[in-house]
């Protein structure tokens, strides 16, 4: 495939139960900054069924045209299924450019794309750009997060997996237009994979977090975990970890916030014991406030809080557990 034979930008709509997937327009968000600068289109596909008004929602939040992929068949994601229906497409339409969200379908599907079309899948990418001859540049953490790759992809189209809350989406506009182009569905009867049963997973998802309150080397033993997570409880949040309490095993790795792990935009982010690396000042930087509790008055992570605690955590953790809890119950007591 040649560069000179691509042109324009294309994010894939994720969908579930016909509610679009807030990476999406994260995506959209910088396709079109991306668009804008090299004065592109930028499109967007979607597929499933009954799903056409988020088709006019995708114009809104800054694509040009949608591609309406509307059937049965791709009403629950199927990977084989949408492949089926999103790689003629690309070979027709042949953006430069195929951005996916690094979410749970969209890892399963860009592979799949990427390997059909012999091109190449930059995954799980922080940040986008262009060059000056119109190259996509993808930057993405390696060797564990210790480095920042960047990356251009030879072959057309360029495809790229994007983590979710690293860019910021765009704020719909009502009066924005737009083309909505239905396609003929290809029906695949039997793609050898069948849905038996949907269950929700009991997990925690700290992406979707308020509040988060995190916790990393400064704690001594295992055991004492209970003293943060209480303090998220009282504070109707949730609690996470920097990566080497992952490693040693002590939180589970749904819980790490960093570049290995979540990149969290909560409205208050408490970091407890956390000196601030840079790999986990990137997964948390965003937070509208941040509380930091260091006895080193050093510590990096200083520089990015809003407020900060000089102090032994372990004196002053169970403080402000004890202060929140004296406030609700006075609160109760005035009612």
């Given at each position: 495939m040649k560069g000179t034979e691509h042109s324009g930008l294309m994010?894939?709509?994720e969908q579930e139960e016909s509610v679009i997937h807030p990476v999406t327009f994260e995506l959209l968000g910088k396709g079109r900054e991306l668009a804008d600068r090299l004065g592109v289109d930028l499109s967007a596909v979607l597929l499933g069924y009954g799903v056409e008004d988020e088709a006019f929602n995708l114009i809104r939040h800054g694509a040009d045209r949608v591609y309406l992929f509307e059937d049965r068949s791709l009403k629950?994601?199927?990977?084989?299924?949408?492949?089926?229906?999103i790689v003629p497409l690309l070979r027709e339409v042949k953006p430069s450019v195929f951005l996916v969200g690094a979410t749970r379908i969209g890892r399963?599907?860009?592979?799949?794309?990427a390997a059909a079309l012999r091109t190449g899948l930059t995954a799980d990418c922080t940040d986008l750009d262009v060059d000056e001859e119109g190259n996509l540049i993808q930057v993405r953490p390696a060797f564990s997060g210790n480095i920042?790759?960047?990356i251009r992809t030879r072959t057309r189209p360029q495809i790229a997996t994007v983590r979710y809350k690293v860019m910021k989406p765009p704020e719909p506009d009502p009066k924005r237009r737009g083309e909505i182009i239905r396609r003929d569905v290809k029906v695949v009867e039997d793609s050898g994979l069948r849905?038996?049963?949907?269950e929700r997973v009991r997990g925690v998802d700290l992406t979707e977090a308020e509040v988060i309150v995190s916790c990393g080397?400064?704690?001594?033993?295992?055991e004492d975990l209970v003293i943060f997570k209480e303090l998220a409880a009282v504070l109707g949040g949730v609690f996470g970890s920097s990566r080497p309490l992952?490693?040693?095993?002590?939180?589970?790795?749904?819980?790490?916030v960093g570049f290995s792990g979540n990149v969290v935009k909560p409205k208050v982010y408490i970091a407890c014991g956390?000196?601030?690396?840079?790999?986990?000042?990137?997964?948390?930087?965003?937070s509208d406030v941040i509380i930091a509790i260091n006895k080193d008055p050093s510590a990096p992570i200083f520089n990015v809080a809003d407020y900060g605690f000089v102090g032994d955590m372990y004196e002053i953790v169970p403080l402000l557990v004890k202060k929140i809890k004296d406030l609700e119950r006075a609160g109760l007591d005035r009612s």
């Open positions: 994010v894939f709509a629950e994601f199927d990977a084989v299924r949408y492949k089926e229906n399963s599907l860009a592979p799949r794309v920042m790759a960047v849905i038996l049963k949907k080397r400064g704690v001594k033993r295992r992952v490693d040693c095993g002590w939180v589970e790795r749904e819980r790490q956390i000196s601030g690396s840079p790999q986990h000042l990137f997964g948390m930087r965003d």
